[in-house]
Each structure stands twice: as structure tokens, then as C-alpha cells.
């Protein structure tokens, strides 16, 4: 399973190396006298202060994007986790750049709804978003904010020969062709989402709602077969497959206080399995659902935490739950 991991230690140290310019505390000057250097240091922390309380708001919901964008030279560093039966854990991150006003760049990661192993996979993923409305008519009452996005996922394993396949799979396998036990499977997939979004803003909140479109495609597919007659295995080459899923998704956001935000949303993922009655890779739809609260500890420093479930769970028991910390640092002070 791949996972984008976030180094704490990188982290950190990107942290300090997007602080603004000017913004370091500079050694003591000695040809300045004692009484004029902390006046100087209060400026500049004053300063720095300034920069990072001009931060805009991060610019998704937990996974659903708005159609808003970071200001030019935003940097936002996500860093996060979820805990649940189906999920796969581990630390992710993502790191996102806007870009003239106009759009935002990201490196982060992506999942898949797995029904092979039971268990979600990530894979590390590319965004590239662009705000739709000039800035002059952005300005305007009740002007929508209009956006496309588009995210493209790198080849993944989704399974190979020594994962476990999940035990429903292999108890159906067997129902269905007696005398017959699947044994193992391998099977690489990638995925392509365009996002078309719209959505409004105001003091009591937001919603945001559009259409993805995502291109899902697999290759690389095997699975070995005991044969309990003969004792022998038997090995078969699956063909690579491609689909398109066009589905609805959509967010709301809720200004319950100054520094609390409720968050809920809404999407469909790709979900993998496996049709037992025609020995071959089925690509699906799942949906999934969040919702739970962002807390602004800073202007610039948010915690997220939610509750998600997917549709091709078996029960609530297996929720998860999701943590993430999200820090907008500007590179230079906002208008």
C-alpha cells in the first residue's frame, strides 16, 4: 500500500524555511545600544506576527475541495492521520502553493475504496486547481466562486501475491466455484479526477457541490487458483480495464464560533473488488462521508477532526476517525 508519509522532523524545517523574509529574529547589533534592540525585536515579531495572522483559510473541507484558492505564495502543510478497522493508518501529509490568485498547487495523496485486502489504499497524488472568477467580479455581492480541479494519482499496487485477501472474498470464491480456492492476487490501479466546482460563502458559513469525473484504470492483474481435485495451481492473467465514474459531490461548512468551524461532506471514491462468478476485477463506486469540526488554535494553525464512513462498510464499528493539522504560512504579508 503506498502512503504519502510526513516526515515531523521535514515538517519543522519547512516551517522555518517559508517563515517570511525579514521575519528572523537577527542577532544583536552592537552598534546599537541596549536600550534600541528590543524595541527591534518587537517590531520584527510584531511583523511576524502581522504576516501570519493575514493567512487564509485552508482552502478544502477534509478531502472535497472548495472553489477557493491560497493567495499567491501560500504555502499550506497538511499532516494528519485516521484510526479505524478498514483503514489502512499511517502518517499523511500534503503541501500546497498558491499561485498568483489564480490557482494551487499540491502534492498530497488519494485513496481507493479496497474490497480486495478490506482494507484502504492510499496513493501519492498531484492537484492543480484554477480559480475561475476575475478577482474584480470575486468582489461583487453574491458573486459564486467558481473553480476546476484536477487530481491524477501515480501507478499503485492495490494488492499483490503475499497480501492478505479479505476473508468474505475467499469464503464466495469458494461458494461459488466448488472444489476450487482462491489463493492470491495482484493487480496494479491508477486514477484521474476533474472536479467542476461551485459553491458560496458568507458569515454563516458555506456549501460547496459540482460533478467528478474520474478515469480508473488497472493492469498488471494476476490470481492463482487451487485446483483441490489436482492439487495443482492454476495461474491466470487478468486484463488491464478502464472506467469513467461521474458522480455528485458536495460540502457544508458551518460557522458555529469565531475560531470553530462545522464541517460535513459528501463524495464518491473508486472502490475495487473482485467478481467471483466471472473471475475478474470489478470497478465500483463507494461513497463517502465526513463530518466533525475544524478549530483554529491560530489564525494560521487549524486542527481537523471528523468521523468517516464509507458505504461499503459493514456497520458503524467501522468508522474512523480523522486527524489532521493544517498551518497557512504566507511568504509575504497579505493585502
Known amino acids: 500500500m503506498h502512503r504519502v508519509t510526513f516526515n515531523i522532523p521535514l515538517f519543522f524545517l519547512l516551517v522555518i524555511l517559508l517563515v517570511p523574509r525579514g521575519s528572523a529574529i537577527a542577532l544583536p547589533d552592537e552598534s546599537v545600544s541596549p536600550e534600541q534592540q528590543p524595541a527591534d525585536k518587537f517590531t520584527v515579531q510584531k511583523k511576524l506576527m502581522s504576516t501570519l495572522n493575514s493567512a487564509t483559510r485552508p482552502t478544502k473541507f477534509y478531502s472535497v475541495p472548495t472553489a477557493r484558492i491560497p493567495r499567491t505564495m501560500e504555502v499550506v502543510l497538511t499532516g494528519g492521520s485516521s484510526y479505524g478497522e478498514k483503514e489502512g493508518g499511517g502518517t499523511r501529509g500534503a503541501v500546497g502553493l498558491g499561485l498568483g490568485g489564480v490557482a494551487e498547487l499540491e502534492l498530497s495523496s488519494t485513496q481507493v475504496a479496497n474490497q480486495l485486502t478490506g482494507r484502504n489504499s492510499r496513493f501519492p497524488a498531484k492537484t492543480f486547481k484554477v480559480y475561475l472568477i476575475p478577482e474584480q467580479l470575486a468582489k461583487l455581492p453574491l458573486m459564486p466562486h467558481l473553480a476546476i480541479q484536477l487530481r491524477t494519482a501515480d501507478w499503485g499496487k492495490a494488492i499483490d501475491a503475499g497480501d492478505r485477501i479479505r476473508e468474505g472474498l475467499l469464503q464466495s470464491y469458494a461458494d461459488a466455484n466448488q472444489g476450487y480456492n482462491l489463493q492470491s492476487l495482484g493487480l496494479q490501479t491508477r486514477f484521474t479526477t476533474l472536479y467542476a466546482i461551485a ?11 459540482g460533478l467528478s469525473l474520474t478515469d480508473v484504470r488497472t493492469r498488471g492483474g494476476t490470481q492463482a487458483v487451487l485446483n483441490n481435485g489436482t492439487g495443482l495451481m492454476e495461474y491466470k492473467t487478468l486484463p488491464p480495464m478502464q472506467k469513467n465514474i461521474l458522480e455528485p459531490f458536495g460540502g457544508l461548512l458551518i460557522n458555529a464560533n469565531p475560531t470553530t468551524q462545522m464541517l460535513a461532506e459528501v463524495s464518491a471514491i473508486p472502490s475495487l473488488d473482485y467478481d ?3 473471475k475478474g476485477i470489478l470497478i465500483e463506486t463507494a461513497w463517502c462521508g465526513i463530518a466533525g469540526i475544524r478549530f483554529f488554535m491560530l489564525p494560521w494553525l487549524s486542527l481537523d477532526t471528523g468521523v468517516r464512513y464509507l458505504s461499503t462498510f459493514e ?8 486527524l489532521a493539522v493544517n498551518a497557512v504560512i504566507p511568504l509575504k504579508p497579505g493585502r
Open 315 to 322: 456497520g458503524i464499528a467501522d468508522s474512523d476517525i480523522n
Open 199 to 209: 459553491g458560496f460563502e458568507g458569515k454563516l458559513g458555506g456549501v460547496y457541490g
Open 276 to 278: 467471483v462468478r466471472k
